[in-house]
């Protein structure tokens, strides 16, 4: 059994040490996020696999929305201008595929990204709601990346005869698409499945934070916008002794 002395200092080392633990945890990175999703195209059929015939659907209720391009501040989930992405000439690879791959979405944006405990979900979603889904990216040594999409009406008329009620179901007759990586800065990795693939590019950026303004300036500007009237009312100076 621990004296008390080596007990009280256990204690207090913890104590020391758990603000470094939080602090880790809470830390964030910025990076530049880039992600096409392109669905498999006739060559890749669904009648060699065996659907759910209604998978369930990803959980977004606490996911954030990607925001339009921010001008001249960091914003977080800010998309990116065009010219910033570099995935561009992969896209319209996929498009000369001639419908072998069908690209569904290509967005880039820029975000914090903290440890598992604290990263959140994003909204990934087609204007055409081909899929609707959600990614979320942590880091701890590594960068980590979970995809749960859902291509919608996947399955089409291979579905069996459901009741009425089974037919309210959001998800029925699509395929739930999920996948995880671990992947490294700067390296583009790609997430397959039967149904859909993704490219994923993760870039670390360095975020300039100003420099705070020295307490000297700010006492020389606030000196200097003092009025003629507010500089008269200060007392004189002394004059020096002989």
């Given at each position: 059994m621990k004296k008390p002395a080596q007990l009280l200092f256990s204690l207090l080392a913890i104590l020391i040490a758990l603000p470094q633990l939080v602090s880790a945890e809470n830390e964030q990175t910025w990076y530049d996020i880039e992600l096409i999703l392109y669905k498999q195209g006739s060559s890749y059929s669904a009648k060699s696999e065996h659907w759910p015939t209604d998978p369930g659907s990803p959980d977004w209720s606490e996911a954030v929305n990607l925001v339009p391009e921010a001008s001249g501040k960091q914003q977080p989930y800010a998309l990116l201008p065009r010219p910033d992405w570099r995935l561009t000439a992969a896209f319209n690879a996929l498009r000369n595929t001639r419908g072998e791959l069908e690209p569904l979405f290509h967005q880039a944006w820029r975000q914090p990204v903290a440890g598992p405990k604290n990263a959140k979900p994003i909204y990934l979603g087609s204007p055409t709601g081909l899929f609707e889904g959600v990614?979320?990216?942590?880091?701890?040594?590594?960068l980590h990346v979970d995809l749960d999409l859902l291509l919608k009406n996947a399955l089409g008329n291979t579905l069996p005869a459901t009741s009425s009620e089974d037919a309210l179901s959001p998800s029925l007759g699509s395929v739930r698409v999920t996948g995880k990586r671990r992947m490294r800065s700067g390296e583009i990795h790609y997430i397959d499945h039967p149904m859909m693939g993704a490219l994923i590019l993760i870039s670390?950026?360095?975020?300039?934070?100003?420099e705070p303004v020295p307490t000297a300036t700010v006492e020389s500007a606030a000196d200097a916008s003092a009025t003629p009237s507010e500089a008269a009312t200060q007392p004189a100076e002394p004059p020096a002794a002989n």
């Amino acid at each position: 059994m621990k004296k008390p002395a080596q007990l009280l200092f256990s204690l207090l080392a913890i104590l020391i040490a758990l603000p470094q633990l939080v602090s880790a945890e809470n830390e964030q990175t910025w990076y530049d996020i880039e992600l096409i999703l392109y669905k498999q195209g006739s060559s890749y059929s669904a009648k060699s696999e065996h659907w759910p015939t209604d998978p369930g659907s990803p959980d977004w209720s606490e996911a954030v929305n990607l925001v339009p391009e921010a001008s001249g501040k960091q914003q977080p989930y800010a998309l990116l201008p065009r010219p910033d992405w570099r995935l561009t000439a992969a896209f319209n690879a996929l498009r000369n595929t001639r419908g072998e791959l069908e690209p569904l979405f290509h967005q880039a944006w820029r975000q914090p990204v903290a440890g598992p405990k604290n990263a959140k979900p994003i909204y990934l979603g087609s204007p055409t709601g081909l899929f609707e889904g959600v990614i979320k990216i942590s880091v701890n040594r590594y960068l980590h990346v979970d995809l749960d999409l859902l291509l919608k009406n996947a399955l089409g008329n291979t579905l069996p005869a459901t009741s009425s009620e089974d037919a309210l179901s959001p998800s029925l007759g699509s395929v739930r698409v999920t996948g995880k990586r671990r992947m490294r800065s700067g390296e583009i990795h790609y997430i397959d499945h039967p149904m859909m693939g993704a490219l994923i590019l993760i870039s670390r950026i360095e975020v300039t934070t100003p420099e705070p303004v020295p307490t000297a300036t700010v006492e020389s500007a606030a000196d200097a916008s003092a009025t003629p009237s507010e500089a008269a009312t200060q007392p004189a100076e002394p004059p020096a002794a002989n």
